[in-house]
């Protein structure tokens, strides 16, 4: 089975950079079968499709959050990271890792695998 685990900080301070790693098991993010997204949800607000690795690690973004985004991977542990610079409370939402054979999309029946989240908050 597979099972996509999120882990980070749950508190981020305002100008820092936001680094939360997602963890796959069950499959690999170097085979082509699938890509591999980070999506989040602010409070009160629509999912949000940040961007997704391949399986060989080239990257897509969100085009409103690409001067600030970054993805990268390890794959001896079959993570993936996602990497958001000088952050605000505005990036204040739920993260969610997610994986599937499409990328781009925000309707929560495209992705076969989801992690179950994790609340990050930037306050300080």
């Known amino acids: 089975q597979v099972q996509l685990v999120e882990s980070g900080p749950g508190l981020v301070k305002p100008s820092q950079t936001l680094s939360l790693i997602c963890t796959v098991s069950?499959?690999?993010?170097?085979?082509?079968?699938?890509?591999w997204s980070w999506i989040r949800q602010p409070p009160g607000k629509d999912l949000e499709w940040m961007g997704a690795?391949?399986?060989?690690?080239?990257?897509y973004y969100n085009p409103s959050l690409k001067s600030r985004t970054s993805l990268s991977r390890d794959t001896s542990k079959n993570q993936f990271t996602l990497h958001v610079s000088s952050v605000t409370p505005e990036d204040t939402a739920m993260y969610y890792c997610?994986?599937?054979?499409?990328?781009?999309?925000?309707?929560?029946?495209?992705?076969?695998?989801w992690g179950r989240g994790t609340q990050v908050t930037v306050s300080s």
């Open positions: 069950g499959d690999s993010i170097t085979t082509s079968s699938n890509y």
């Open positions: 690795i391949t399986y060989s690690g080239g990257a």
């Open positions: 997610a994986g599937g054979p499409r990328w781009g999309s925000t309707l929560l029946d495209e992705y076969p695998y």
